[in-house]
């Protein structure tokens, strides 16, 4: 398990073939198109199964929003299996409400999202940095 | 009840974006990240996948995406706009039009460009229009849920666009009012510039008259801009003096330039001619707006003395600006510092006893003291540049014999003009 600090906030993390990615609390300000530009080099270096964590995330705005359907653009566009999980029961509600849910998978926990995307994981394995 | 409570949760979100919005637009400096921010909370709001957003350069009458979002990295296009395109975006007033099939045929301005802009990417095209000025467009995807925009939808973007144009147009108003404040700028450099051109031209031609003091006009405004910049004033007050120093001569253009070029010392008669030349020079400078306070009554006064001996008006202490007892100075050091037709120039140590002699009498302590230091100054080489010892010629301080001969005079102004303030006290 291999776990490394990407720029000077993005927190992210290789797991198996998976990257998971920390949305933290920078996704409702300009400054998480960082966590974005992350999942981007993700994918850029071959990772086809992604995981974003919202554990430290309590609520998400506009901006957040439009910056995660910025990351499902990136990951529908090369085909990467795209999963969000530990989100609050309030995100999950406006993602519904919003219709994002049509688009992406929801798990309740970290570990949840990385046993769904472990066949993607396995695929992906190996070809990234 | 659960979609009384969902519509609850749109409104709460939306209200949220649109007081996010409000201020950034009011609370961001940087103009780009106002943008960005923008595009991306009403994306966010209404969950719409793809957007961009750009600005109208009225000067090359182009729109110019600044930011967009879901279409890839860039667009790079630019969409000119002519007359009919303003008329056409501008008529909408900031009211979102669909972009289909009919409404391509019925918006000049779609109808203009949709053979170079490949405008069915999106769904709705906006013009940011404020008071009734283009500033820029929004164009918007579908919404993620598959849904068409609504009226409660359309009302929402109406909005935000009207924030965004208000961001827009205040950013074009900055830009405008920069541009100016910057061509003014130049210009009033210009313009100083002319005038100190000016000034110098009008000290060559009153030195030129007068074959005897050639430069003399120049090193007076040099050693008052020493002076004043010793007694701390500012670079404003020292640009000032140095002009008042360059002009203070002017009146000697109406004098004859016999009397000026005598080879000797002239009689009475003529000394009174020549002694016009303060209240000419006045007259001369007066009519003229300078950039600095008060240059002709530092002409006019720069043959007074503290005494009130000196001509014209015969003023004494206070009443003499104190502009001009600093030109006064820089006159008299320069008179007894350069060869002149009938005398040659005297040594420091005469000068030194010059100042002890006449301060108080011509000379004003308070001017005295300052040059005083500042000709210590440079012979302790405690400044960069020795301008007054270039003035004076390479030979003639000599730091050694001089600058104790300076110490004594400082300490011994200094200690008279303590006594006179005790005493005034």
Not at chain 1, 23 to 44: F, H, M, V
Not at chain 1, 104 to 122: D, I, N, R
Not at chain 2, 18 to 47: K, P
Not at chain 2, 114 to 142: C, H, S, Y
Request: hydrophobic content about 40%.
């Amino acid at each position: 398990m291999a776990e490394m600090l990407t720029g000077v906030t993005v927190r992210s993390r290789v797991v198996g073939g998976a990257a998971v990615v920390y949305a933290s609390d920078y996704l409702n300000k300009l400054s998480g198109e960082r966590i974005e530009r992350e999942c981007r080099l993700q994918l850029e270096a071959g990772r086809r199964a992604l995981v974003v964590n919202f554990r430290d995330t309590e609520l998400v705005n506009s901006i957040g929003v439009s910056i995660l359907m910025g990351i499902i653009d990136a990951a529908e566009s090369v085909g990467a299996q795209l999963v969000f999980s530990d989100m609050s029961a309030q995100t999950v509600e406006l993602f519904e409400m919003l219709g994002l849910t049509r688009f992406v998978a929801l798990a309740k926990t970290e570990a949840e999202a990385l046993a769904t995307l472990s066949g993607f994981a396995a695929a992906s394995q190996g070809s990234g940095h | 009840m659960a979609m009384q409570g969902s519509l609850q949760k749109k409104l709460l979100h939306t209200f949220a974006a649109l007081a996010d919005l409000g201020q950034e637009i009011a609370g961001t400096n940087d103009f780009e990240e106002m943008v960005r921010t923008s595009l991306h909370l009403l994306l966010g709001t209404l969950a719409i996948r793809k957007g961009a957003l750009a600005e109208y350069d009225e000067a090359e009458q182009a729109l110019k995406f600044i930011v967009v979002r879901g279409l890839g990295l860039q667009l790079q296009e630019e969409i000119p706009v002519d007359e009919d395109d303003l008329k056409s975006l501008t008529s909408l007033d900031s009211q979102g039009i669909a972009i289909s099939a009919e409404d391509t045929h019925s918006n000049q301005f779609l109808k203009n460009h949709q053979a170079q802009f490949d405008f069915t990417r999106f769904e709705l095209l906006i013009p940011l229009v404020v008071r009734g000025r283009l500033t820029g467009i929004i164009l918007l995807g579908k919404k993620a849920s598959g849904d068409s925009f609504s009226g409660e939808d359309l009302e929402t973007i109406h909005a935000m666009a009207r924030h965004i144009g208000v961001g827009l147009n205040t950013h074009r108003l900055m830009a405008e009012l920069e541009r100016k404040a910057e061509e003014n700028r130049r210009l009033y450099d210009g313009l100083r510039a002319i005038y100190k051109d000016t000034v110098r031209a009008f000290a060559s031609a009153i030195d030129l008259k007068d074959k005897y003091t050639q430069g003399h006009s120049e090193r007076v405004g040099r050693y008052s801009e020493i002076i004043a910049r010793e007694m701390g004033w500012s670079d404003e007050e020292i640009e000032g003096i140095a002009i008042a120093g360059y002009l203070h001569d002017i009146g000697k253009l109406v004098v004859e330039r016999d009397i000026i070029n005598a080879p000797y010392k002239i009689d009475a008669k003529k000394s009174s001619e020549l002694n016009r030349h303060p209240a000419a020079g006045y007259e001369i400078l007066s009519p003229i707006r300078h950039p600095y306070a008060d240059i002709p009554l530092m002409a006019r006064h720069h043959h007074e003395r503290v005494d009130g001996r000196g001509y014209p008006d015969g003023l004494k202490g206070d009443e003499i600006h104190i502009g001009a007892k600093i030109v006064n100075l820089a006159d008299s050091f320069d008179a007894m510092t350069t060869d002149r037709p009938y005398k040659r120039r005297r040594s420091f140590e005469d000068v030194v006893a010059d100042f002890r002699r006449n301060t108080g009498k011509q000379f004003a302590s308070e001017v005295v003291i300052p040059f005083c230091y500042a000709i210590l100054k440079e012979m302790e080489g405690q400044t960069k540049e020795r301008r007054i010892m270039k003035m004076l010629g390479r030979d003639y301080l000599n730091p050694e014999r001089d600058i104790p001969l300076l110490k004594d005079l400082i300490a011994e102004l200094e200690s008279e003009a303590l006594s006179a303030s005790a005493g005034n006290a």
